[in-house]
């Protein structure tokens, strides 16, 4: 049933990931909580070498796409971001420095999506770039599929932002896997 289901793609994700593989205790999964046409938990992957951990975990908080969305430089919605978590996309810059630039927001986090919307699959290993900068605040990656998923929610809900809580710990929840997009294969 579902409990086998779990195993085997546990086991595939050790086994047979691209890379250098990512072992289960590297995911990190957070639930949308509102819009909830896209009510569903998660998964993404922390930064592997920069970058703060969730000590705190927040039942409720802000999911705020920045703008703009490569986050590169001067957020025009910082104060959104600021105590809050940005949604960020890939490209124009490091993954450090996106991060340092949400940091500087004000950001408790951020959560960087691919820039390739059809990604529903290849997690990329976010590294440190070679400025020897640092970053406090954590750092996720998130699948191209999801963010855009996510992005486009929010547009035709006309909302500035999606209410998430993060950390989930999936273990505790018995239907996880019901609660995945529909649009996940696995």
């Not at 796409?65 to 490209?91: H, K, M, S, T, Y």
């Not at 450090?96 to 951020?110: D, I």
Request: hydrophobic share 40%; with cysteine.
């Amino acid at each position: 049933g579902a409990a086998m289901l779990l195993w085997l793609w546990l086991w595939l994700c050790v086994c047979c990931c691209p890379g250098r593989g990512l072992r289960i205790h590297e995911y990190l999964y957070f639930q949308v909580l509102s819009p909830g046409d896209i009510r569903y938990i998660f998964t993404a992957t922390p930064a592997k070498d920069f970058g703060g951990v969730f000590n705190t975990r927040y039942e409720q908080i802000h999911l705020v796409p920045a703008d703009p969305p490569e986050a590169c430089g001067e957020l025009n919605n910082g104060v959104f971001i600021q105590d809050q978590i940005a949604l960020v996309e890939r490209g124009g810059c490091s993954f450090l420095s996106k991060t340092r630039v949400v940091q500087e927001h004000g950001g408790r986090a951020v959560i960087i999506a691919d820039n390739a919307y059809d990604n529903d699959s290849f997690y990329i290993e976010m590294i440190q770039d070679s400025s020897r900068r640092t970053a406090d605040i954590p750092a996720l990656f998130l699948l191209g599929r999801d963010g855009y998923m996510i992005r486009r929610s929010l547009e035709q809900h006309g909302l500035p932002w999606a209410v998430i809580s993060i950390p989930v710990n999936v273990t505790s929840i018995p239907t996880y896997e019901m609660m995945q997009p529909p649009w996940t294969f696995w």
